[in-house]
């Protein structure tokens, strides 16, 4: 299957882009989209959706974010709790407040979301890693 492959590769190359020319935007557009086009949003929402498989207050998972070089609430730190409302009413995550704070955990919704996320994710580097842009 794979000498298919590289020869229907060969071919079209030969062929159908001959004379298609991709710039260094064009090439890192293309690229950061195969590898699942993960914009920031995508990427906060992977993390916070890992973060809470454990309990976690909203200052947990900004202190998470930060290490993780997330800088999307810097300097709106008030934003994460907008965001984790959000995901409170998709019942992706559940709130429960204690002793004057409140813990944020993933629910079997959110982890379903969350698996389904992370098989894209393979998936998509999989392929990204057979397929070559003729760098």
């Known amino acids: 299957m794979d000498e298919k492959l590289a020869s229907l590769k ?21 690229s950061s989209s195969i590898n699942g086009g993960d914009s920031e949003k995508n990427k906060i929402l992977f993390a916070v959706l890992q973060l809470v498989r454990t309990e976690k207050t909203g200052m947990e998972i900004l202190t998470a974010l930060k290490s993780q ?8 730190e008030g934003m994460m709790y907008t965001f984790l409302h959000e995901l409170e009413n ?46």
Not at 10 to 30: E, P
Not at 126 to 135: A, I, N, V
């Open 69 to 76: 070089a997330l800088f999307a609430f810097e300097g709106k």
């Open 10 to 30: 060969k071919a079209m190359k030969n062929t159908v882009f001959k004379d298609l020319q991709f710039t260094d935007r064009h090439r890192r557009a293309i």
């Open 90 to 135: 998709k019942r992706w995550i559940v709130g429960e407040w204690k002793a004057e704070r409140k813990y944020y955990k993933l629910t079997e919704t959110g982890a379903k979301v969350l698996g389904k996320a992370s098989d894209m994710r393979k998936e998509v580097k999989t392929f990204s890693q057979s397929w070559s842009l003729g760098e």
